[in-house]
């Protein structure tokens, strides 16, 4: 946070003093402000989470208890919390074995007469193919900021997450969604303050419960978008350094709107690397939906590249902070 300031203590500033602190002009201003930065003709609501992001996205298709939605198996944990909030069923499938998203064949085998809509992730911030299904298409972009061309057609609905890590993070949770349906935008708007019909009528029209975003949530997402460019700039620096001076690690494949929310290689001998690399590394994600206890029995099919992924993963240091002389260090490292 110590890189946004002191613009990030001004507006936090701002929005105290104003005493207005949900769903007042910080947070319409950070609306216009990310739709602006998106290039998107459509509409952006603001939640309280990138899952509620998901969860409300799949509530105002009509989408709920009996109906079944297909995701990725290797993802994070909220794509497929999302579905199951949504009172919906998550129908984990396998992914690519060169770029981690849907695979696009096995989510063509996995419709049934329940399936009712499909959630590609952009995992890592890699735009992923979007399946053509005949159903809903809403795109999990948690960690793909910027990274999704606007000139290339979308879902009907597209989520984001701005938990504090993200390439654009806040102070806290926070979410929003993008959609060019306005009836779904109004929905949105709605389901994420109780249902209200408008702001303050006490006129209840959806049952739902609270999803809105804090106004010194939005104020530092303010702060934080004008630089998100210039961060994304940097992050595919950093992860092009790293593949230039390794090309023989298998790499995530390369795709030109990668955002590098995590740079990702995948090693045979994950513990060793890690053990002996002298910096940290992560692992996003040790396992696949198949393999956690509270998702595995959703599985209809084997996910074996799903599964391979959560073995050989690596998280390399990928964010704008990082100087050129710590670059350097994991370049001479990298096997």
Partial sequence: MDALQPELGESLTRVLQSG???L???TEAFEAEFADFLGTGGDVVAVASGTDALQLSLVALGIGPGDEVLVPAFTAVPTAAAVCAAGATPVPVDVDPDTAALDLAAAAAAVTDRTRAVIPVHLYGRPAPLPE???????DAAQAH?????NTPRGVAVAYSFYPTKNLGGIGDGGAVVTEDADIAARLRRLRGHGQHEQGSYEHVDIAGNSRMSELEAAALRVGLTRLAAGNAR???I????RDSAPHLRWQAAHEGHVYHQCVARVGDRDGFRTRAPFETA??????LTQQPAYRGFTRAGCP???????ECVSLPCFPELTDDEIETVCRALP
């Fill in 146 to 150: 910027g990274a999704l061309d606007p």
């Fill in 305 to 311: 590249e799903a599964e391979a992924w959560a073995t």
């Fill in 20 to 22: 207005r602190l949900l």
């Fill in 283 to 288: 692992v996003h994600y040790p396992h696949a």
């Fill in 24 to 26: 007042g002009p910080e």
């Fill in 239 to 242: 992860a092009t350094r790293y």
């Fill in 235 to 237: 992050r595919r620096m």
């Fill in 133 to 139: 299904l005949g159903l809903p298409v809403v795109e």
